[in-house]
């Protein structure tokens, strides 16, 4: 069992920037694939950014290609997404999620073994 616990959300105006943060329990960390996903009100939730155990392979949704990247810091336990430029559909909860076992489809959820609560980012335009 894993804890996943999102940070950095708010509100901030359409063009600014936030850093989310999921930081997880345990000392297996290190061995999870893990992405952020987001879900407007009344819409399907979806893949936002993945990263690989090692953090160097990056996967990203068309929509933020170019606006958010993801890292992460094995010592740490933590995973960031880094996002700038936002824009108004960027509103969403976003969602940090591990993977204890390989992924084949980083963009599937159900790849994806574990979930944080969500963290709340509102673009104002």
């Known amino acids: 069992q894993v804890q996943l616990v999102e940070s950095g959300g708010g509100l901030v105006q359409a063009g600014g920037s936030l850093r989310l943060s999921c930081v997880a329990s345990g000392r297996t960390f290190s061995s999870y694939g893990m992405g952020w996903f987001r879900q407007a009100p009344g819409k399907e939730r979806e893949f936002v950014a993945a990263?690989?155990?090692?953090?160097?392979?990056?996967f990203y949704a068309e929509s933020v290609k170019g606006r958010f990247t993801i890292s992460r810091d094995n010592a740490k336990n933590t995973v960031y997404l880094q996002m700038n430029s936002l824009k108004p559909e960027d509103t969403a909860v976003y969602y940090c999620a591990a993977a204890p076992g390989p992924i084949v489809d980083y963009r599937r959820l159900h790849e994806y073994g574990y979930w944080g609560q969500g963290t709340q980012v509102t673009v104002s335009s």
């Open positions: 990263i690989r155990r090692n953090g160097v392979s990056r």
